[in-house]
């Protein structure tokens, strides 16, 4: 089973708008969706900044459906790889949508995100974008 791991850019359109085409997608890939602990990170801290009960709660609720992989020491060595690599290119991205880069290389898993160009430079990740 291949894993797909959903950034935060698709995980706060997610929680916002609650787009139908994304709900089937949701159901029919249920048992292979995750997010990494630094899209869980975000999340909360996004719910956390906009001090809305309410979106915490939404938040919390999504997190839920899904398996929130941990960052682990090997998951560093992709990072360390990759962002040589795209420093090396002249092509750095953000360190989050790099950390999540890295651990979705790590997992073998696919980034899903409704914003392919943060992810289009990364060596070795598979992307997919959610509308």
Known sequence: ?????????????????????VAE??????SELCVSVVTAAELRFGAEK????????????YLARLAILDWTDAVTFHYARIRAALERAGKPIGNLDLMIASHAVA??????????RHFASVPGLKVEEWK
């Open 25 to 30: 997608r949701f159901e029919h890939y249920a």
């Open 1 to 21: 089973m291949a894993l797909l791991m959903l950034d935060t850019d698709i995980s706060s359109y997610v929680i916002r708008h609650r787009p139908a085409s």
């Open 50 to 61: 906009a001090a809305r009960p309410e979106l915490a709660r939404l938040v919390e609720a």
């Open 107 to 116: 997992e073998e898993a696919t980034v899903v995100t409704n914003n392919v």
